[in-house]
């Protein structure tokens, strides 16, 4: 654990300019892209709140529809898995090929992984799928 030097913890969360839950929740709430995925890492993780997968799927839901890389892969990951929501392979490539698109190679080998598991037709299909989604996403 990393502490202050009179041994203090380091408060990360207020480190990175995102103070206490209340606050964080509060921007989030806001639509702070940067607070919603970070308080989807807390929901996924349990930390400082309970464990609630829903909850964290709806906040990196929120930071990822604002295009965060992040929040987008690691909502992907929890569509991939039926982590706490549904599986569902077809959104989670979706969503790594959004990250994918961003520089994420996390993503772009969750792309890879998803398209060894699937039939040759069910690969093209979600190749489609995730170059239509990308088009939609250039301005």
Known sequence: MSVHDDGRPLDIMAMAGLGSLK???ERAQ???AAAQYN???QY???AGVPQNYLEAAKWYGA???QGDAQAQFNLGLMFYSG???PKNIAYAYELFSLAA???DERARQ???AILTEVSPEEAAELRRLGEEGQAGTQH
């Open 23 to 25: 606050t964080l929740l």
């Open 30 to 32: 806001a639509g702070d």
């Open 39 to 41: 308080l989807g890492v």
């Open 44 to 46: 996924f993780a349990g």
């Open 63 to 65: 930071a990822a529809d």
């Open 83 to 85: 982590t706490g929501i």
């Open 101 to 103: 698109r961003q520089g």
């Open 110 to 112: 969750g792309m890879a």
